[in-house]
């Protein structure tokens, strides 16, 4: 029997789904790797979400391995897998033995049709039989009539009941292309809360910028959980944003969810970064300019009363109205500002990030909240010093008008030196491809994906680059680097992550 740890709907707190793995990961250029979900189902779980969607376990075997890896990771929040409303689909999510299997079949005219070719009775008996068989499996089920708001009512009805009877324990109402409003969605719940006993849920889409509007109004009509992913990813315009309903609940509607506020951005920033799906300056909670004032008046207000400008205390988002770190901070400070958002370097590690800030400070640059998390994820990321098979010992680039931009690198592979020239279309290429010249020799990594995120904007900003790079048996690991010289943050991703990739090889091969 598995555990159960779907809470009782009436306990007075709304339960917060992640499902950021997932339906965020249906955001459109989104691909993340074993790691990139391992770490975010991690940070998902130190926020204090109540469930993480992990993925669609019958997608492909990569999905399946990934899911089992955040299964045994042995996390607080209970562990779902999505599935069609077919056996095949359910055996899989088995297989990754999750707490939940969220299975899910379309009940709108348009997708019976169009999207899966089944008739409305077809429908019913495929729900039934698949609710049957997950509860047979003694595993939590949630049940969603995909597109349930745009299904006749007396069907959608007739489906909802038909899932009860079969077992369901809870119902999730999906707003699948989001053409709710606040009011037709509260209404809807109101309708579907006489139909059923069990705890209803929502997920909404924004296709109509209202999925937290939606969600929100579909809890005062007594929803008891929300799907909501971070920084609002998802199919299309994205999902219900977590970071706005969650302080949407606790500041004006006042009630309760488990949610440790105070993680907020530093999770917004670690998905942004790996996702490459930047933050609109202008987003609500999360985005850069949400704690900023310009105008006199509001600055005025503000250094005198916060409550003036201000609806939320920034720092409750793990936020600063101003500067958090600089030339002057200490390093008790910094680790203080650390820990409060989350982040907990080693001795060793702390050094090394007021070292790269007081560096900063120095050449009379301001570090904003950003910057910081971007620092201390960088050199945290970083393979440590006695582990490094490749390491750089000094790099020379050249560009300019009418010169073909060309790089030299001295690197010490496995402790010896060796020295390489590249030229490429621009400094970075060159010097990445004088750096894999070099490392093939070691094993073929070659460079599967690079962003390049400015992070204050300026010239002077920090660079932070992230980056993939694939071994030859197509495995893939994440590195990055934060550094204000751009060709110093690549050169340091891309060793760093080609170290990551040739360590994990050789503890394989140590292994067997
Ligand atoms: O938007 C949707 O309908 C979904 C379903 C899988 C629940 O994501
Ligand atoms: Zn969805």
Do not use: W
């Amino acid at each position: 029997m598995k555990r159960m740890k779907t809470k009782n709907a009436n306990s007075g707190y709304i339960r917060i789904f992640d499902t950021t793995l997932r339906d965020g990961e249906q955001t459109p250029g989104v691909s993340l790797t074993i790691e990139d979900k391992i770490e975010i189902a991690r940070q998902l779980s130190r926020l204090g979400v109540d469930a993480i969607e992990a993925g669609f376990p019958s997608s492909s075997e990569g999905e399946k391995k990934v899911i089992k890896e955040i299964v045994k990771a042995g996390l607080e929040p209970e562990i779902c897998g999505l599935s069609r409303a077919n056996r095949k689909d359910i055996d899989a999510a088995i297989e990754c033995d999750v707490d939940t299997v969220h299975v899910f079949i379309p009940t709108s005219p348009v997708q019976m049709k169009y999207a899966v070719d089944m008739t409305p009775d077809e429908v019913i008996s495929a729900a039934m039989d698949s609710i049957e068989y997950i509860k047979k499996h003694g595993m939590t089920c949630e049940f969603s009539p995909m597109d349930a708001t745009r299904s006749e009512v007396p069907f959608l009805k007739k489906v909802c009941k038909a899932a009860e009877d079969a077992g369901m324990d809870r119902l999730n109402v999906p707003d699948t292309v989001g053409i709710m409003i606040p009011k037709t969605m509260g209404t809807l719940v109101e309708e579907l809360k006489n139909v059923v006993k069990v705890p209803i849920s929502v997920h909404c889409h924004d296709d109509f910028g209202m999925a937290v509007a939606n969600s929100l109004a579909a809890v005062e009509a007594g929803a008891t959980q929300v799907h909501c992913t971070i920084n609002g990813l998802g199919e299309r315009a994205g999902n219900a944003s977590l970071e706005e309903t969650v302080m949407a609940l606790h500041v004006i509607y006042k009630m309760k969810t488990k949610v440790n506020t105070r993680l907020l951005y530093s999770t917004s920033r670690m998905v942004s970064t790996l996702t490459g799906i930047p933050v609109q300056a202008n987003k609500a909670i999360v985005g850069e300019n949400a704690f900023a004032h310009e105008s006199g008046i509001h600055t005025r207000g503000v250094t005198v009363k916060p409550l003036t400008f201000e609806p939320i205390d920034p720092e409750l988002v793990g936020r600063t109205r101003k500067l958090v770190a600089g030339k002057l901070a200490g390093t008790r400070g910094i680790k203080a500002e650390l820990e409060e958002i989350g982040i907990y370097p080693t001795e060793e590690q702390l050094k090394e990030i007021v070292k790269r800030i007081k560096d900063l400070g120095d050449k009379g640059k301001m570090v904003t909240d950003a910057d910081l998390i971007a620092l201390a994820s960088a050199v945290m990321g970083e393979v440590i010093k006695e582990e490094k098979i490749v390491e750089l010992c000094d790099l020379a680039v050249m560009t300019g008008v009418k010169v073909i931009p060309t790089a030299s690198v001295r690197l010490i592979l496995d402790g010896k030196e060796y020295i390489a020239a590249e030229t490429g279309v621009g400094p970075v290429d060159a010097v990445l491809k004088a750096i894999t010249k070099l490392t093939h020799s070691l094993e073929k990594v070659r460079l599967n994906e690079y962003r390049l995120e400015a992070i204050t904007g300026g010239s002077n900003a920090v660079a932070e680059v992230v980056i993939k790079v694939e071994d030859e048996k197509g495995h893939i690991v994440s590195a990055r680097a934060a550094r204000e010289d751009i060709v110093m943050a690549s050169v340091e991703a891309m060793i760093n992550g080609i170290n990551k990739c040739l360590l994990k090889n050789r503890k394989q091969v140590n292994k067997n």
